[in-house]
C-alpha cells in the first residue's frame, strides 16, 4: 500500500533524507522512531504529497508520486496539534473535506456521518455541535481521529498522536488507534517519540537516524535488540553513540 524508493530531500546544504526504501503492506502498522530534527515530519510530507522529494519516487495506494488534492481521497490524517478548523462546530471539522469533495455530502448526511465518527472513538453526539475551544486536549485528539477516517480511507497517517497527552489518555488514543486500524483493515504509518505509542500501536518499527532507516523490525525486536543505538533510543539513554547536544 506505500512504497518508497531512494527517497532524498534535501533543504539548502542541509540533507535531509539520504536515500530512504521501504514498503508497508496492506493492513500492517509501521511507526516511525527518532530524534528531533531527523526527518521524521519531512518524510511523511513527502509520503503525502506535501513535499516534493529532490530524488526517488514514492507510491501510495497505487498512486505515484501523487499531488496532495488526489491522494486525499485515500488517506486519513491525525495532526499532532489536532489542527481543527476554530471556526467551524466539531461534525464540520470531521466531514470537511467529504462536504467539498466528490462525495459532497449534504449537511444532514454529513452530520450523521460525523456522529457516527464520533461515537467511533467514544465521544457523544453532542460533542457534534461543540467548537474546537470546548474540547479538552484529549477530545480534541479524538475529534482529529474522527476526522481522519471519516470515508474509511484505505491509509492512514497518525503524526506523534500522543503528544501533549496525560499517560492515561494517551494509552486511551493509543488503543483507539490500534482498534480502528484493526477494524478498517487500514494500512498506518506513524511517527512518534513516544515508547509506549511504539509498544501500543506498531506491527513494525523503523528507526529515522542520520537520513535513512538504520534499524527495522518488529515492536518486540524493538525493544530487544542489543544495537546500541536503539537501545540508547528506546530507553533513554544520555550516553550511547547518538549525540545529546543537538
Given at each position: 500500500?506505500?512504497?518508497?524508493?531512494?527517497?532524498?530531500?534535501?533543504?539548502?546544504?542541509?540533507?535531509?533524507?539520504?536515500?530512504?526504501?521501504?514498503?508497508?503492506?496492506?493492513?500492517?502498522?509501521?511507526?516511525?522512531?527518532?530524534?528531533?530534527?531527523?526527518?521524521?515530519?519531512?518524510?511523511?510530507?513527502?509520503?503525502?504529497?506535501?513535499?516534493?522529494?529532490?530524488?526517488?519516487?514514492?507510491?501510495?495506494?497505487?498512486?505515484?508520486?501523487?499531488?496532495?488534492?488526489?491522494?486525499?481521497?485515500?488517506?486519513?490524517m491525525?495532526?499532532?496539534?489536532?489542527?481543527?478548523?476554530?471556526?467551524?462546530?466539531?461534525?464540520?471539522n470531521?466531514?470537511?473535506?467529504?462536504?467539498?469533495?466528490?462525495a459532497?455530502?449534504?449537511?444532514?448526511?454529513?452530520?450523521?456521518?460525523?456522529?457516527?465518527?464520533l461515537?467511533?472513538?467514544?465521544?457523544?453526539?453532542?460533542?457534534?455541535?461543540?467548537?474546537?475551544?470546548?474540547?479538552?486536549?484529549?477530545?480534541?485528539?479524538?475529534?482529529?481521529?474522527?476526522?481522519?477516517?471519516?470515508?474509511?480511507?484505505?491509509?492512514?497517517?497518525?503524526?506523534?498522536?500522543?503528544?501533549?497527552?496525560?499517560?492515561?489518555?494517551?494509552?486511551?488514543?493509543?488503543?483507539?488507534?490500534?482498534?480502528?486500524?484493526?477494524?478498517?483493515?487500514?494500512?498506518?504509518?506513524?511517527?512518534?517519540?513516544?515508547?509506549?505509542?511504539?509498544?501500543?500501536?506498531?506491527?513494525?518499527?523503523?528507526?529515522?537516524?542520520?537520513?535513512n532507516?538504520?534499524?527495522?523490525?518488529?515492536?518486540?525486536?524493538?525493544?530487544?535488540?542489543?544495537?546500541?543505538?536503539?537501545?540508547?533510543?528506546?530507553?533513554?539513554?544520555?550516553?550511547?553513540?547518538?549525540?545529546?547536544?543537538?
Open positions: 500500500m506505500i512504497r518508497a524508493r531512494d527517497i532524498h530531500k534535501s533543504f539548502g546544504a542541509k540533507k535531509v533524507l539520504r536515500g530512504i526504501s521501504f514498503e508497508v503492506e496492506k493492513g500492517e502498522s509501521l511507526v516511525v522512531i527518532g530524534g528531533s530534527g531527523t526527518g521524521k515530519s519531512v518524510l511523511l510530507k513527502c509520503l503525502l504529497g506535501l513535499e516534493r522529494a529532490n530524488a526517488g519516487t514514492v507510491e501510495v495506494a497505487g498512486l505515484t508520486d501523487p499531488k496532495p488534492q488526489i491522494l486525499a481521497a485515500q488517506v486519513g491525525l495532526f499532532q496539534g489536532g489542527a481543527l478548523f476554530d471556526s467551524l462546530p466539531v461534525w464540520q470531521i466531514a470537511f473535506r467529504l462536504m467539498r469533495g466528490r459532497r455530502l449534504s449537511h444532514s448526511d454529513a452530520q450523521a456521518l460525523a456522529i457516527e465518527k461515537a467511533r472513538v467514544g465521544l457523544g453526539p453532542e460533542t457534534a455541535h461543540l467548537f474546537p475551544a470546548e474540547l479538552s486536549g484529549g477530545m480534541q485528539k479524538r475529534v482529529g481521529l474522527a476526522r481522519a477516517i471519516a470515508g474509511d480511507p484505505p491509509v492512514l497517517f497518525f503524526d506523534e498522536p500522543t503528544a501533549g497527552l496525560d499517560p492515561i489518555m494517551a494509552a486511551v488514543i493509543n488503543a483507539l488507534i490500534r482498534e480502528v486500524v484493526s477494524d478498517l483493515g487500514a494500512t498506518a504509518v506513524t511517527i512518534t517519540h513516544d515508547m509506549r505509542t511504539v509498544h501500543d500501536v506498531a506491527d513494525r518499527v523503523a528507526m529515522l537516524h542520520e537520513g532507516f538504520y534499524w527495522q523490525g518488529s515492536a518486540r525486536e524493538a525493544f530487544e535488540t542489543d544495537d546500541p543505538v536503539m537501545r540508547q533510543f528506546t530507553q533513554g539513554l544520555t550516553e550511547g553513540p547518538i549525540p545529546t547536544l543537538r
